[in-house]
């Protein structure tokens, strides 16, 4: 299945923290960190690869786009070529007590206050 243009574009409205904080998800680029998040409790809402960067995880949601689309999503001047759209975890989800706790400041302050 191809990637719409406007998804795309939602992707893209992502990098903006208002977008962030109406749609409750965020983006994450690059091998390492999205292999982390596809073992952990967080919700991959949708995976996207460039040719020759497929995961070894064996996630099944990814989809291949091309250099160009990657490009349009991505927020970096060199795409990764590997970049997930992710939900926010809900507040309830979050165990500090675990050994392995990703930050990151989305400015969910205002979502819990």
Request: aromatic residues 8%; proline residues 2%; glycine residues 8%.
């Amino acid at each position: 299945m191809a990637i719409t243009a406007q998804e795309v574009k939602t992707i893209r409205s992502l990098s903006r923290k208002k977008n962030r904080l109406e749609q409750l998800r965020f983006v994450v680029e690059g091998h390492k960190i999205v292999n982390e998040l596809i073992q952990s409790d967080f919700k991959i809402d949708k995976l996207f690869y460039t040719s020759g960067n497929e995961l070894v995880t064996g996630d099944e949601n990814g989809e291949l786009v091309s250099q160009k689309h990657m490009g349009q999503m991505s927020g970096l001047r060199e795409p990764a070529g590997i970049l997930a759209v992710v939900h926010f975890p809900s507040k309830a989800r979050c165990d500090y007590n675990k050994d392995f706790v990703l930050v990151v400041n989305l400015g969910l302050k205002t979502l819990y206050t």
